[in-house]
């Protein structure tokens, strides 16, 4: 099935097969030695583990570098073939080449305030893929953090497409429902792939 949250924001729930959602989570759990909770500017410490491929998130901006000086992980082809596929299957036309993939893990204490995308450059969609406990997303309008927003589960397998006018909208994740995911995944807590374009070079 295909649900249209909004305009420009496509839900394709379990587009990811078993054997797919396998695949992502091993390729996660190779990359997962990079992962680290992001202090931000505000002096807050994000909850979420982050690790980022093709450039770094800084906060609010991309480097090709960590803090540490090492640098940021290959964003790899395969991702890129993946990112095209689920893009067309969302129904959208067009070149896709997405050169960022962000990886964020929420335990089961971990939530993502409401905020808007916009460090990249280009405006082309940002791809979701979910993987483990199921999470509440929290998807608001362009205007503020205020109502209207919808409150969608994304379970794993769940590929969710934000571009056009949804590309620019709040969203955030509210909770993770601990013990969701599928035992035969063999992941505790929720993992989220997004690509981006980051637009630079
Ligand atoms: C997540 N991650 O479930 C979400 C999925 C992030 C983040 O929010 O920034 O890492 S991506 C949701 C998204 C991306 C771009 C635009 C919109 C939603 N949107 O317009 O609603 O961990
Ligand atoms: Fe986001």
């Given at each position: 099935?295909?649900?249209?949250?909004?305009?420009?924001?496509v839900h394709l729930p379990d587009w990811l097969d078993l054997d797919a959602q396998r695949r992502l989570l091993a390729a996660c759990r190779e990359w997962a030695p990079g992962m680290r909770q992001q202090r931000l500017p505000n002096g807050g410490v994000?909850?979420?583990?982050?690790?980022?491929?093709?450039w770094h998130w800084a906060p609010y901006r991309y480097t090709r570098t960590l803090d540490d000086g090492s640098t940021v992980l290959p964003f790899p082809a395969w991702l890129g073939d993946l990112g095209r596929r689920a893009v067309a299957a969302a129904g959208f036309t067009g070149d896709?080449?997405?050169d960022i993939a962000l990886v964020n893990f929420y335990d089961a204490e971990a939530r993502m305030g409401l905020h808007q995308d916009k460090d990249e450059?280009?405006?082309?969609p940002v791809v979701s893929f979910s993987l483990g406990d199921t999470g509440v997303f929290r998807f608001g309008n362009t205007e503020n953090r205020g109502r209207p927003w919808t409150d969608v589960d994304l379970r794993s397998g769940d590929l969710v497409v934000f571009g056009g006018g949804s590309r620019l909208?709040?969203?955030?994740?509210?909770r993770i429902?601990?013990?969701?995911?599928d035992p035969d995944l063999g992941l505790s807590g929720r993992l989220n792939?997004?690509?981006r374009v980051s637009g630079l070079d």
């Amino acid at each position: 099935p295909r649900l249209d949250l909004a305009p420009g924001a496509v839900h394709l729930p379990d587009w990811l097969d078993l054997d797919a959602q396998r695949r992502l989570l091993a390729a996660c759990r190779e990359w997962a030695p990079g992962m680290r909770q992001q202090r931000l500017p505000n002096g807050g410490v994000m909850s979420v583990r982050m690790v980022c491929l093709g450039w770094h998130w800084a906060p609010y901006r991309y480097t090709r570098t960590l803090d540490d000086g090492s640098t940021v992980l290959p964003f790899p082809a395969w991702l890129g073939d993946l990112g095209r596929r689920a893009v067309a299957a969302a129904g959208f036309t067009g070149d896709y080449r997405p050169d960022i993939a962000l990886v964020n893990f929420y335990d089961a204490e971990a939530r993502m305030g409401l905020h808007q995308d916009k460090d990249e450059r280009s405006l082309d969609p940002v791809v979701s893929f979910s993987l483990g406990d199921t999470g509440v997303f929290r998807f608001g309008n362009t205007e503020n953090r205020g109502r209207p927003w919808t409150d969608v589960d994304l379970r794993s397998g769940d590929l969710v497409v934000f571009g056009g006018g949804s590309r620019l909208a709040y969203h955030g994740v509210t909770r993770i429902k601990p013990g969701t995911a599928d035992p035969d995944l063999g992941l505790s807590g929720r993992l989220n792939v997004t690509l981006r374009v980051s637009g630079l070079d």
